[in-house]
């Protein structure tokens, strides 16, 4: 009986221990991105703006370009690049997926290293130029216990989520 105890103890360990690291190891990080300018009350997305995350010391951590059709930013991995022109083709053929599979994990283990180190933002935009702009990035750990249940949606492995809602004012743009 205690062989049992044991036995089960290690595998329940093992499968929330692997959950965590999971968790630990891979996250996705959301940005969108809107402006707002005098004459306006409402934001407005603010599409193909080149913004660069910086640490506290003004250090560049990252780069994405804003999307032109959606209000979010595409990040660019450092080696593998952009990965939403490869994800756009995904829906159409297997090595398409399967290149977007391989793209997504680069990114995925890519994020956790620098995202909750961001402070500041610079961005360039025909619109808005900031330099080291200060920011506040939110993080949300995935339920990373529940990661084995077999259930659409309570299971599947876990990830950090990393998210940052800018609206930009123009009054607070350097051009």
């Known amino acids: 009986m205690r062989k049992l105890f044991i036995i089960s103890a290690v595998i329940i360990g093992g499968v929330l221990g692997y959950g965590y690291w999971h968790s630990y190891t891979h ?5 969108s991105l809107d402006f707002k300018d005098a004459g306006s009350t409402k934001p407005v997305p ?3 703006a080149e913004i660069s995350f910086l640490d506290l010391e003004g250090r560049i951590l990252a ?6 059709q959606y209000n979010y930013v595409h990040l660019i991995h450092p080696v593998v690049g952009d990965c939403h022109g490869i994800e756009k083709s ?30 500041q933002i610079s961005l360039k935009s025909p619109a ?18 529940l990661w084995w249940i077999p259930h659409p949606h309570i299971g599947g492995k876990p990830y950090t ?11 607070d743009c350097i051009n």
Do not use: M
Request: proline share 4%; hydrophobic share 35%; aromatic share 16%.
């Open 27 to 31: 996250a996705s990080f959301h940005v």
């Open 46 to 48: 603010l599409p193909n």
């Open 63 to 68: 780069s994405g370009t804003g999307d032109a």
């Open 90 to 119: 995904a829906s159409t053929s297997k090595e398409a997926r399967k290149s977007w599979q391989e793209c997504f994990a680069h990114l995925s283990t890519w994020i956790p290293d620098w995202a909750g180190k961001v402070r």
């Open 128 to 145: 808005c130029q900031l330099e080291n702009y200060p920011v506040a990035v939110s993080r949300y750990n995935s339920d990373w216990y």
């Open 161 to 171: 989520y990393y998210s940052l809602n800018l609206t930009i004012d123009e009054q």
